[in-house]
């Protein structure tokens, strides 16, 4: 257990019932299902843990983009590819720091190269563009969590294509060359998340079948 999931255990155990009958409250009448007071506490636990997670994550990138001057860069990266991750899911690495790792890597190197990077309509076109099939194709990648069902992940799509085809009008318009050049940074790591949660998934239901074969 992470120092991170210990602290929002810690947060759980001194948190007032109300928080968790709200959260039950919550399930019943807007997902329809019933839920016990015990998974409404892990449901508050992994909530917090993601939060307090996202906010280092983004407090770490904050403070790397403020010293290689990309904040700019790194902020419309980072909210174009959370609004990308969301509607679309991907892979989860199995170690929390790690996770923080890469993220916070990634968004951090993106920031610096589209800096430097040149504004190329073709690029940003056949980016969009592979993005939409990839999501079309492969849809929502629930990887390791499998909260939600069919009928979510179809909404999801719904939702990701319509925020794909936003992205995609505003840099194709060229409305200014950062933000042209950050939101196809963004669709293009997104297509590889898609790509590589979709090869783990594939891999992991294939163990399992060898596993139940056995």
């Not at 992470?2 to 928080?19: G, L």
């Not at 909260?147 to 794909?164: E, F, G, P, T, V």
Request: proline letters at 1%; charged letters at 15%; hydrophobic letters at 50%.
């Amino acid at each position: 257990m992470s120092i991170i999931e210990k602290f929002a255990v810690h947060v759980s155990k001194n948190v007032d019932d109300s928080v968790f009958d709200k959260i039950i409250l919550n399930y019943k009448t807007i997902k329809g299902r019933d839920i016990t007071q015990e998974q409404a506490i892990s449901i508050f636990i992994y909530k917090l843990h993601t939060n307090i997670s996202f906010c280092i994550s983004v407090i770490l990138v904050f403070l790397i983009s403020c010293v290689i001057n990309t904040t700019i860069e790194a902020a419309l990266i980072y909210l174009s590819f959370l609004a990308l991750r969301k509607t679309t899911g991907g892979p989860h690495l199995n170690n929390e720091y790690m996770c923080l790792i890469v993220t916070t890597s990634i968004i951090s190197i993106s920031g610096y190269i589209a800096k430097f990077l040149p504004l190329n309509i073709v690029a940003i076109n056949i980016s969009f563009f592979i993005l939409i099939i990839v999501v079309t194709i492969i849809g929502y990648i629930d990887h390791k969590s499998n909260r939600l069902d069919q009928s979510q992940k179809s909404l999801l799509k719904k939702y990701a294509l319509s925020i794909i085809s936003f992205l995609w009008a505003v840099s194709a318009w060229k409305i200014n060359a950062t933000v042209s050049i950050c939101f196809m940074i963004s669709a293009i790591i997104q297509e590889i998340n898609l790509v590589i949660g979709k090869i783990l998934a594939i891999r992991e239901e294939n163990f399992v079948g060898r596993q139940d074969s056995v």
